[in-house]
């Protein structure tokens, strides 16, 4: 659906963090690059600049090399980036995980990736137990002006670093990062730092921001979308990026107006949170806010033109995979409510029906992928290594997603492979009759799910959570489904629940509807 573009015609040609940061420190030594709200720390490019490059050789006294794995557990905090800028400026990969994943899983993915070296924060992780028996060096942090621990006495000649864009070519392994999970093992992916700068330029193309802008982001940079969406912009354009440790809010608007936000980094569940208990503002006072994104899990049509039309912020939202990043994305000039946008700038995208042969517009399909924005590699929850690079310009990957494109190009996701409803031999995807069912003005959210009939094989039984004082019944949401919807896509039953089960980036757990029904 769209050509390669070669790496060496990119809009904004491939830098290097320590080129990027050198560049910007000798231009705009004075101006804002992070502020990180919860420890009230603001950074300038200049002191930036220096604290990575001594942060760097602080690392490169423990062994530190180019080609290195740099292992970062920690809860979100401004030590967190650093030290990730800091690994990449030795050369090294970063690799943050999530506080929060559970030890055993922990310890596993650490033996598997083989860190040179482990830091994590104090009273985030047991780091020594993690550790032990790994042929690593390990260092422990409080925060960064501490007098111990591995921030204490950083080194102020810095002259055995690499020259500023020497330090890794655009094919080296930049990040390895855990895909989902705290209870069950993630499986993790690994991406180079081609790929990781594409999915910025992505990033760029879809909200068309520059270096004037103040972007706001509060999760974890232990996923991939934050990295995309704020990392890279912030390295290819030298923006302003402040940070909080996790979504309020309460304290959202403000943050807007106190810090002149311009652009906003969010989820589904976010826009469902500022949606079901909206909060006061003062449209003159988040006036500098021209857009919010939405990624990391579908949003109805319904919910994206409430939030719109209730705040005034226009609202953009992604589709992207963890192998893939930025699939395809609606733009700050050109977007459709309910869909995900036209494909990535740098991603070849095509609908296929289950020969592998494309869809015509209009025709549900498997979203396949393939791309230079593509990781390099995955490694699975039991620790085995795959290559991804015949991925980038040879073979496609299938994504697991079911959708379809319009006559311009634009992708509506329909589901995924794995919740497909077979019902009487016709498959039926869940997100079409879930926006079907959420169109009733009594409908909040809903989510259907395929259960064991006799006679048709699956039947589909549609999980409600009703506006606040509602009372609509079955019989009501049965026949308003009646007027939208062909009859082998129709609920069978309707289940009325509080609250649909969801995950941290509010995707629903269809399993665990389907567990409530048997």
């Known amino acids: 659906m769209t050509e390669h573009t070669n790496p060496e015609t990119l809009e904004i040609p491939f830098r290097t963090l320590g080129a990027a940061f050198a560049d910007y420190a000798g231009r705009h030594p004075d101006k804002t690059a992070i502020h990180a709200i919860d420890q009230e720390i603001s950074i300038t490019f200049g002191e930036l600049n220096l604290l990575t490059n001594r942060i760097a050789t602080r690392m490169m006294s423990e062994g530190i090399r180019g080609g290195d794995r740099v292992a970062i557990l920690t809860g979100e ?95 080296n392994e930049g990040c390895i990062f855990a895909t989902s999970g705290t209870t069950d093992r993630p499986k993790c992916v690994v991406w180079d730092h081609l790929g990781l700068w594409l999915c910025g330029l992505s990033t760029i193309d879809f909200t068309g921001m520059n270096a004037d802008d103040r972007l706001l982001e509060y999760r974890t940079f232990s996923w991939l979308s934050p990295q995309i969406v704020t990392f890279m912009p912030f390295v290819s354009l030298g923006l302003t990026v402040v940070m909080a440790e996790s979504f309020s809010r309460s304290r959202f608007m403000g943050w807007i107006k106190d810090y002149g936000i311009t652009v906003a980094a969010g989820v589904p569940t976010v826009i469902n949170i500022l949606l079901d208990e909206p909060v006061a503002f003062d449209p003159q006072g988040i006036a500098s806010l021209r857009l919010m994104t939405a990624s990391s899990a579908p949003l109805a049509p319904e919910r994206w033109r409430q939030f719109e039309e209730h ?15 930025w699939l395809s994305g609606n733009r700050h000039n050109m977007a459709r409510i309910g869909t995900a946008g036209p494909p990535a700038r740098h991603m070849d995208l095509a609908i296929v029906d289950p020969n592998g042969a494309e869809c015509p ?73 879930d926006a079907a069912l959420m169109s009733h003005p009594d409908v909040h959210e809903a989510a259907v799910v395929g259960v064991p009939d006799r006679i048709w094989g699956e039947e589909i039984v549609a999980f409600v959570v009703k506006s606040d004082g509602a009372v609509t019944s079955e019989e009501e949401i049965l026949a308003h489904a009646a007027v939208i919807l062909p009859d082998f896509k129709r609920p069978k039953t309707v289940k009325f629940i509080t609250a649909l089960p969801k995950n941290k980036r509010g995707k629903v ?9 048997i």
């Open 77 to 171: 905090c401004v030590e967190k980036l650093l030290l990730m800028f800091a690994a990449w400026r030795c050369g090294a990969s970063a690799c943050p995980f999530h506080a929060e994943i559970a030890p055993n899983h922990m310890r596993s993915i650490l033996k598997t990736i083989d860190p040179r070296l482990i830091v994590w924060r104090s009273g985030d992780v047991d780091g020594v137990a993690l550790a032990t028996g790994l042929p690593c060096s390990t260092r422990e942090f409080t925060k960064l002006d501490s007098n111990s621990g591995f921030f204490a006495e950083l080194p102020d000649n810095t002259e055995g670093l690499p020259a500023p864009g020497t330090e890794y070519r655009p094919d």
């Open 311 to 325: 705040y005034g912020i226009q609202l953009l939202q992604f589709y992207g995979a963890s192998e893939g990043g």
């Open 361 to 433: 517009v209009g025709v549900e399909g498997e979203i396949t992928m393939r791309g230079p924005q593509t990781a390099t590699a995955s490694i699975s929850a039991e620790g085995v290594w795959e290559d991804r690079t015949h991925f980038r310009l040879t073979e496609r990957t299938r994504v697991g997603d079911l959708g379809m494109a319009d006559d311009a190009g634009f992708i509506t996701i329909t589901g995924r492979i794995k919740d497909v409803i077979l019902r009487g031999g016709a498959s039926v995807a869940p997100l079409e009759i």
């Open 509 to 517: 757990r269809r399993e665990e509807l389907k567990n409530m029904f």
